[in-house]
């Protein structure tokens, strides 16, 4: 089983500064990597998928970048609204899908 | 507009049995494949079972035996047959589409299963 890892576990930021979330994979996923945000009572949402798109309506200050084992999300300015949970997801071993632990990103 | 709408989740005791259902809407939802992923309280995503849209399934080894995945393409629903349920079944279960194995791009609200005596 592919394990995937984020850190760091918890981010404080300030809005308008820029957020670096990584996730590892324990071996190659190619490029089969996502990430998605969950607020509060809400289901995940999909951000980015393929490692680098950005999914319908999502907006540019999101990116997503990486290969192989180390990928990263960028939030380039962050809005109030950003502040969420951030877990990636790889499907390399198709139909399995694991997700990591997830990134809490709290207003500092 | 896509819809995923989950039900039947409930208070059931360990060892008893749930069955949930997820109606879909706005979509071709018989060229989909579809998922269940669960979040147990305060903790991170598992994804639970699929049915893609040829109807192979796969579950994830803590429910393979227990749950079986179906759906019914002319009523665009999709289930999930929970039996022999533990404590640490204890989720929110939301449904969720992919397209020829691309990522999960729409998710239903969730529905909350508690197992407990």
């Known amino acids: 089983e592919i394990v995937l890892t984020q850190s760091p576990a918890t981010l404080s930021l300030s809005p308008g500064e820029r957020a670096t979330l990584s996730c590892r994979a324990s071996?190659?996923?190619?490029?089969?990597l996502a990430w998605y945000q969950q607020k509060p009572g809400q289901a995940p949402r999909l951000l980015i998928y393929?490692?680098?798109n950005r999914a319908t309506g999502i907006p540019a200050r999101f990116s997503g970048s990486g290969s192989g084992t180390d990928f990263t999300l960028t939030i380039s300015s962050l809005e109030p609204e950003d502040f969420a949970v951030y877990y990636c997801?790889?499907?390399?071993?198709?139909?399995?899908?694991?997700f990591g632990q997830g990134t809490r990103l709290e207003i500092k | 507009e896509v819809q995923l709408v989950e039900s039947g989740g409930g208070l059931v005791h360990p060892g008893g049995s749930l069955r949930l259902s997820c109606a879909a809407s706005?979509?071709?939802?018989?060229?989909?494949?579809l998922n269940w992923v669960r979040q147990a309280p305060g903790k991170g995503l598992e994804w639970v079972s699929i049915?893609?849209?040829?109807?192979?399934?796969d579950y994830a080894d803590s429910v393979r035996g227990r749950f079986t995945i179906s759906r019914d393409n002319a009523k665009n629903s999709l289930f999930l047959q929970m039996t022999s349920l533990r404590a640490e079944d204890t989720a929110v279960y939301y449904c969720?589409?992919?397209?020829?194995?691309?990522?999960?791009?729409?998710w239903g609200q969730g529905t909350l299963v508690t197992v407990s005596s």
């Open positions: 969720a589409r992919d397209w020829a194995g691309r990522p999960l791009d729409y």
């Open positions: 706005g979509f071709n939802f018989s060229r989909y494949n």
């Open positions: 049915m893609t849209f040829s109807s192979t399934t």
């Open positions: 071996q190659s996923v190619s490029s089969y």
């Open positions: 393929g490692a680098s």
């Open positions: 997801q790889q499907r390399s071993n198709w139909p399995l899908i694991t």
